[in-house]
Structure formats: C-alpha cells, structure tokens
C-alpha cells in the first residue's frame, strides 16, 4: 500500500463569529493543505498516482478560497470557516476527481500556522 500526498497553500482572511477570543475578529493566515491518497499498486510507469495530476485538482478548488473572507466563499458562508469545516469541504470537493477504484481519499489536513492544524477523513 502507498501513501501518496501533495501540499499546496492559499492566503485568506476569516473570522469565527461564535469563538470568544481573540479569533474572533478578521485575521488572516497562509492556509498550507496536504491531500494524502492510499494507492494499492503501481501503474506501468512505476507510480502510484500522478503528483502533477493531484496538484492540479487541488489547486483548482484552493483557487475560489485564495485571498478571500473565507466567511463569504459558500459553503463556510454557512457551516463557519474554522480549519475543520475548511478541510471538510475540500475533501468533499476533491473526492469526486478521484473515481478510480484502486485510489482512495484518505484525508485533507489544512494547517493555519506551521504549528496549528486539523486532519479530515470521513
């Protein structure tokens, strides 16, 4: 079995309306997330899953969270933008590029600092 994981960041802005505390008010951070794959085997190239492939995906659904208000961008407009929600909906959103049936979504972890972050798989 192979883990296979790519890292990608955005810039954004957010505030978490129901926290008391200093996060209470807009801030912003450099979002890093890493999407981890499991792959059973390897193709006749010899890899498990294309990095370039999964970069790709990843960086076309950071695209409408990059340099934002997190609390504008749906679905956290709704759910609230804490790391946990935010990788939540990545994950949901990354799932459906990964439909062959030897490749797994493991989990999303979005970190807010390089000390401060949250792993999601359902």
């Known amino acids: ?15 978490l309306p129901n926290y008391h505390g200093k996060c209470e008010k807009l801030h912003g951070h450099r979002f890093k997330v890493v999407a981890r794959l499991e792959v059973a085997g390897l193709d006749e190239t ?6 370039a492939q999964l970069k790709q995906y990843l960086r076309e659904i950071l695209a409408r969270f990059d340099h934002t ?8 407009d709704e759910i609230g933008p804490s790391s946990e929600n935010i990788a939540a909906t ?7 590029h990964l439909s062959e049936p030897s490749v797994k979504l493991v989990s999303v972890e979005v970190w807010e ?10």
Do not use: K
């Open 113 to 122: 600092s390089p000390t401060t972050g949250v792993s999601y798989s359902p």
């Open 1 to 15: 079995m192979y883990q296979i994981f790519v890292e990608e960041h955005f810039d954004a802005a957010h505030y």
């Open 90 to 96: 990545i994950y949901n959103a990354l799932q459906p």
């Open 69 to 76: 208000c997190l609390n504008d961008v749906s679905p956290l």
């Open 46 to 51: 010899g890899l498990a899953y294309d990095f």
